[in-house]
């Protein structure tokens, strides 16, 4: 197993030797350690697929288990697609065959998993002639979750409802279509096991979501995004339904939303706030709610502690506040999580005032993005010291995107001395994503010459104005830009510190 590279491509048909070969005849006899079959088999089933093919190749038993693989990714990366030097004729037409070659020599049983994703939206949709077959190849009884992601040009693309018939209809639990056409009907069948269903971009009917809902008791998990021309939503009495996300199209607005779900608790809206009032009683019931729209930090603390008291979990994604966070006197009682991610000039420090109307919380985030005040370094004033709050609860602070801007340094030292049972603060530098330590690429994502600049002033600003301030009793974690994944713009910045090595933060 050590001999595999797990960033070679899997071979495309042309490519291997004897490209008119089946592959049993490229086994090379290897057997391995005295294992049952079984056990090789689970073994196989688990490594990358790149990995799997070429492992295929040297054992009787390996083929055996790569024709019944039961997991079936096919996407530029797993296929070993290089997307910034190949021409994009070339990307579509090596995925084709690749994929091809990969079902030709699958035996189409045992499939419990398969997603199918497109990564740019190419011109040439002529692979769009062999999605059936792909299909029909794969999607069989004992299927579990079905996965079809299609480029934004694709939506001439039918999905063949009738696949979602006879023994899958018994076994899927988990469809995820974005960006086709998708029309069941009555016909299509009871999908009793479905849990999850997720439609992005879709073009279906009214009528035909409604009769495909009534068909899924077991629905756990509705995602409904983009879908046109969907303008009224029903959803029938589906009791493990728990979770329902929308979002709108630009010309097809949802203007109702009837719910009969009685255990629907979490809500995930974005575009207009208007969304959220459309559920009506429904919203009583909500512990969990993810807003993504233009002025929601300010409706949300004005208006949720009354429409929603059983809030337990907010998370906020403001496209822009017309006003800052004011003091108000209805409380989230039972708020315990909060996520807000501001992208415009914003005084962070006024986020207090949220923090002031939820006792309870316990676990704050905040993404500082696009504040766009004076630096800390640039107004030399003193800090400004709110009335004393006592936050009782508050234990775990996390600020992505931490800069010099005085109002951003303000809240962190705030937070230090109101928050009485805090036990971590994290100050981020960056925008909190994945670093190259746990990245399949080895590598950083990208960040502007003027954002590391940006991040060494924080790092100054922690160092000077907040590092006192922290009791012996609180952790405190300053992330700071790779020294390795960002040296050439670090050293053009004039960022020498090599410790911010992603390891070691």
């Known amino acids: 197993m050590s001999q595999l ?14 490209s008119e070969k089946s592959l049993d005849s490229q086994i090379q006899g290897y057997s391995g350690p005295n294992l049952p079959k079984e056990i090789w088999g689970h073994i196989h089933s688990l490594l990358p697929m790149r990995d799997a093919a070429q492992v295929a190749c040297v054992s009787q038993d390996f083929v055996r288990s790569w024709r019944s693989r039961p997991n079936l990714i096919f996407n530029t990366q797993t296929l070993g697609l290089n997307e910034s030097t190949s021409r994009e004729d070339g990307i579509m037409r090596n995925f084709v065959d690749r994929v091809n070659n990969i079902l030709k020599n699958h035996s189409g049983i045992g499939v419990k998993t398969l997603k199918i994703r497109f990564d740019v939206a190419y011109k040439d949709l002529f692979y769009l002639d062999h999605l059936d077959n792909w299909l029909q190849i794969a999607v069989k009884q004992g299927i579990e979750e079905l996965r079809l992601v299609l480029s934004t040009s694709s939506v001439r693309y039918n999905f063949p409802c ?54 899924t008791p077991a629905l756990e998990w509705l995602d409904v995004r983009g879908c046109y021309p969907i303008t009224s939503l029903k959803i029938p009495c589906l009791q493990q339904l728990s979770y329902l996300g929308v979002a709108c199209r630009e010309k097809y607005m949802v203007q109702s939303i009837q719910n009969k779900a009685p255990n629907l608790s979490s809500f995930y809206f974005q575009d207009e706030i208007r969304v959220l009032l459309l559920l009506g009683n429904t919203l009583l019931q909500i512990k969990k709610l993810h807003m993504a729209c ?73 993404s500082a993005g696009g504040i766009y005040r004076a630096s800390i370094f640039e107004d030399p004033s003193g800090l400004m010291v709110l009335p004393e709050h ?114 070691s933060s």
């Open 294 to 366: 233009k002025n929601a930090t300010l409706y949300a603390l004005t208006k949720l502690p009354s429409s929603m008291p059983s809030l337990e979990t907010l998370t906020i994604y403001s496209h822009g506040e017309e006003a800052n966070a004011p003091m108000v006197a209805s409380k989230f009682v039972h708020l315990r999580s909060l996520s807000i991610c501001t992208w415009w000039a914003y005084d962070l420090l006024s986020l207090a005032n949220f923090l002031y109307a939820a006792p309870s919380l316990e676990t704050l985030v905040v």
């Open 5 to 18: 590279q797990g960033d070679e491509p899997i071979p495309s048909r042309a490519e291997t030797k004897g």
């Open 162 to 215: 009738s696949l979602l018939s006879g023994g899958v209809a018994t076994s899927l639990r988990s469809l995820c279509l974005d960006t086709c056409g998708f029309h069941p009907t009555l016909t299509s069948g009871c999908l009793r096991s479905l849990t999850r269903l997720e439609i992005y971009g879709v073009c279906i009917e009214e009528d035909e979501l409604r009769c495909l809902l009534s068909n």
């Open 390 to 503: 006592r936050y009782e609860k508050l234990k775990s602070v996390k600020i992505l995107r931490f800069s010099s801007a005085k109002c951003v340094v303000e809240f962190a030292c705030h937070i230090l001395v109101s928050a009485a049972s805090l036990k971590c603060l994290t100050l981020d530098t960056t925008c909190g994503v994945p670093r190259c330590s746990v990245l399949k690429s080895g590598k950083c994502f990208s960040m502007s010459t003027e954002a590391l600049v940006e991040a060494r002033k924080a790092v100054l600003a922690v160092e000077r104005y907040i590092k006192q301030k922290v009791p012996s009793t609180v952790e405190l974690n300053v992330l700071e830009p790779c020294s390795r994944c960002h040296a050439a713009k670090l050293l053009m910045a004039g960022y020498h510190n090599d410790s911010a090595q992603c390891s």
